[in-house]
């Protein structure tokens, strides 16, 4: 008899495999970890761009939740692309039904520039991160959920301490900005998690690639700390061997 871990992940598909539920799964599967799929959204993109998003029914998601929850044993799941307030609501009402210890990636904007939710949503999905366990938001994304600018590692910090007192732990990630260096707020400590910084522009699907891998750690056992610590060395290696596949910005590698 084989047994894995199963985590969820629900999230939009990216066409161009490198980022979204691809993403996450690829990451999933190179752990050992078995994911499941609630899928949000499908877009046509590729490493240039978004082309179109074509949403799924909040009342289908809510369907896929149940199939998936009344079959596996799942304690941890992530969000990625929700695009709208009645899909952050479908999602919030089952991942309370089913209790789901879950981490949210607020996703908003692609790196390529495309708006992957809606702007009138941000305080819907704080009310989602509010009942998750952990929230991952990169600079661009805590600035729009602190209402305040970022430009030092102080700024970083004091954001991050912000964000903890409204809607619970939380790591800020520094991109390349701050030396490679993230913030984390966990049950009111403050921490720096850093890793060495990687000059590339090859980084689509990094921040789906982190926070898939905090729910594959965490499903494998790991305490939330060791879970982003070990997720901060796993998304370093994604980048440092990143992908020159594709015209445009190339992926990041979970298999690395
Ligand atoms: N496309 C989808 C469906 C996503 O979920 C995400 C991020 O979560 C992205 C694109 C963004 O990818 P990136 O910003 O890394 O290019």
Redesign the pocket.
């Known amino acids: 008899m084989k047994n894995r871990p199963i985590a969820l992940i629900i999230?939009?598909?990216?066409s161009g495999g490198?980022?979204?539920?691809q993403a996450d799964l690829k990451t999933l599967t190179s752990m050992g970890v078995f994911g499941v799929t609630v899928i949000t959204?499908l877009?046509a993109?590729n490493t240039i761009g978004?082309k179109s998003i074509y949403n799924v029914d909040p009342s289908f998601i809510s369907s896929q939740f149940d199939a998936v929850m009344e079959d596996f044993s799942v304690k941890f799941g992530k969000t990625?692309?929700l695009s709208n307030e009645s899909i952050i609501k479908a999602v919030q009402e089952k991942v309370k039904e089913y209790n789901l210890k879950l981490v949210v990636?607020p996703?908003m904007?692609?790196?390529?520039g495309s708006p992957?939710l809606d702007e009138s949503s941000v305080d819907a999905l704080k009310s989602l991160m509010k009942d998750a366990l952990l929230s991952t938001p990169n600079k661009y994304e805590a600035e729009k959920l602190a209402g305040e600018k970022i430009t030092s590692l102080d700024d970083l910090k004091r954001v991050a301490r912000k964000l903890y007192n409204d809607i619970g732990n939380v790591v800020v990630k520094g991109g390349n900005m701050f030396n490679g260096t993230d913030v984390a707020m966990l049950d009111g400590q403050e921490m720096e998690i850093k890793s060495p910084k990687v000059n590339t522009s090859n980084?689509?699907?990094?921040?789906?690639v982190f926070s898939a891998s905090i729910v594959g750690f965490l499903s494998k056992g790991a305490s939330l700390i060791e879970a982003i610590e070990e997720s901060k060395k796993f998304v370093y290696f994604s980048i440092l061997n990143s992908l020159s596949i594709g015209k445009g910005?190339g992926p990041v590698d979970p298999f690395a």
């Not at 490198?18 to 539920?21: N, V």
Request: no cysteine; charged share 20%; aromatic share 0%.
């Open positions: 999230a939009g598909s990216d490198g980022a979204g539920l959204g877009t993109q978004v990625g692309m990636d996703v904007v692609s790196k390529t992957l980084l689509h699907g990094s921040g789906d910005k």
